[in-house]
């Protein structure tokens, strides 16, 4: 990781610029190792709009860089959207030796990377994530991927980026609901890493003001620091998962039937309340705690409408990367500090979580 105060740490096999003034590492890297490449330019139409001038402005040798704009949303984080632009980067003759830029949130370094992994089997991609939960999790460890028949992130490759560039600028454009998404990711974080982190945010919340830039370091510094040790979801890493079994099916759910689908985050958030209150029933997470984080993720996130049916949500949890032989299995939180991995859960035990999230977020 390398900051542009010059903070570096041990961890990937690529490095992570965190700050505002890290645009001369990426054209040092340009000029240093792209010099003869074509780069292109995988953003969406939102940041296409709101980023990329500004972007350009700072990066100027990429002003006539090949750009392909998708629609912005989880939607086009699809296999139709990873052939069209397939089919951009070979109308341009694209290379193995150029080099994709993917500017946007999840779902565009998500797919871009997929993009950049299968094409000629594999041309190098950079991540310039410009939302919080691209810059504290999808930006970094190299999951690529594209949702499949409603399924999320059910085709994919491990694939590392070239580098990631973490621009705290880019945060000023996110809409506040996006922002409060992201931050479920940074919970998640604070509870994995225990200790002062989650004392910290469950005190001060979001600090957007002053200390946003510090909890992003705090959490991609975790992640870093798991990938590294784990960087194909063995083990370890699943423990960044908790929350996600059960968000993942909600997050799935709602965009399979509802008019305004939710956020991932938001959608963590609420998966975060059930594995919580499972752990709390399960491996001993205290009472304490659990009501602890109820009340953190309620401030931000409103109760999310329950009106699927329990088949319906066993077909998506089912799906799951962590089931096996049929199993539901999850990572789950025994204290701020401790998850425990691949723990066995029962589906009734995930409808009375469900109920309890009910219960517990009812106005
Ligand atoms: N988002 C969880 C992971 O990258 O493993």
């Not at 799935?252 to 008019?259: C, L």
């Not at 919580?276 to 309620?298: A, V």
């Amino acid at each position: 990781m390398q900051t542009d105060s010059k903070h570096t740490a041990q961890g990937l096999h690529y490095p992570v610029y965190f700050g505002k003034d890290i645009w001369c590492n990426l054209k040092n890297l340009l000029e240093t190792e792209f010099s003869s490449s074509t780069i292109f330019i995988l953003t969406d139409e939102n940041v296409g709009h709101l980023c990329l001038p500004s972007f350009l402005d700072k990066v100027p040798a990429l002003a006539d860089s090949p750009l392909f704009s998708i629609p912005a949303g989880e939607k086009s984080k699809d296999i139709s959207v990873a052939a069209k632009s397939w089919d951009w980067l070979a109308n341009y003759h694209a290379e193995r030796s150029d080099l994709l830029i993917n500017l946007g949130g999840g779902m565009v370094s998500d797919l871009g990377g997929f993009v950049a992994s299968a094409y000629k089997r594999g041309m190098p991609y950079i991540n310039i994530p410009t939302s919080l939960t691209g810059q504290v999790d999808a930006a970094i460890g190299g999951k690529t991927g594209v949702n499949f028949s409603g399924y999320k992130n059910l085709l994919g490759v491990f694939s590392d980026p070239y580098a990631v560039f973490v621009n705290f600028i880019f945060l000023k454009t996110l809409p506040k609901r996006e922002l409060y998404s992201g931050f479920s990711e940074i919970i998640k974080s604070s509870l994995i890493a225990g200790e002062d982190f989650w004392e910290e945010i469950k005190k001060g919340g979001l600090d957007a003001e002053n200390g946003l830039n510090r909890q992003i370091i705090r959490a991609a510094s975790l992640k870093i620091s798991i990938v590294d040790k784990d960087s194909l979801d063995l083990h370890e890493r699943k423990s960044l998962n908790f929350g996600h079994t059960i968000g993942h099916a909600f997050e799935s759910i709602s965009m399979e039937t509802g008019q305004r689908p939710l956020l991932h985050g938001e959608a963590v958030a609420a998966g975060i309340i059930c594995e919580s209150y499972i752990s709390h029933k399960l491996i001993g997470l205290s009472e304490d705690t659990l009501n602890d984080i109820l009340h953190l993720l309620k401030r931000y996130f409103p109760p999310l409408k329950i009106d699927f049916y329990e088949d319906d949500f066993y077909r998506y949890l089912i799906q799951d990367k962590k089931s096996q032989n049929g199993v539901i299995r999850m990572s789950l939180l025994n204290a701020p500090g401790t998850v425990l991995v691949d723990q066995p859960a029962s589906m009734e035990m995930i409808t009375e979580s469900i109920e309890y999230y009910k219960e517990m977020t009812s106005p």
